[in-house]
């Protein structure tokens, strides 16, 4: 999850901008960031260039239709899919967390008495 999750909704509710102009303010945003993220990345050597060219090319597509897509929408259809995507998002934040829950649960547990032993 991203800085627009709260960026996008400070700006639409307690500031009053239109859902477009607000993500437009996210988007310029998120550049800045991402390329500085990015450049600290490719210097930690964490950058795999085979799988991200694809979803670099892909990311470019998405956006120029989701860009094209957002223009031809009016204010109020952008904030409704913008709120049922926060949900979806939110919903699936919870569903991942319960399923990490439930796997740790059946995990072993180790005892740190004998783990500190087997160590020396």
Do not use: C, E, R
């Amino acid at each position: 999850m991203g800085g627009g999750t709260l960026l996008i909704p400070i700006l639409t509710i307690f500031l009053s901008f239109k859902q477009k102009n607000a993500q437009a303010i996210n988007l310029l945003v998120f550049i800045p960031m991402s390329l500085v993220a990015l450049i600290i990345h490719i210097k930690n050597k964490l950058v795999d260039f085979k799988v991200g060219i694809p979803i670099i090319i892909s990311g470019i597509v998405f956006s120029l239709l989701g860009s094209y897509l957002a223009s031809i929408l009016s204010n109020g259809l952008l904030k409704k899919i913008f709120a049922v995507f926060l949900l979806l998002v939110g919903l699936n934040q919870i569903i991942q967390t319960i399923v990490a829950l439930k796997k740790s649960k059946n995990k072993p547990k180790f005892d740190s008495v004998k783990l500190k032993m087997y160590i020396k």
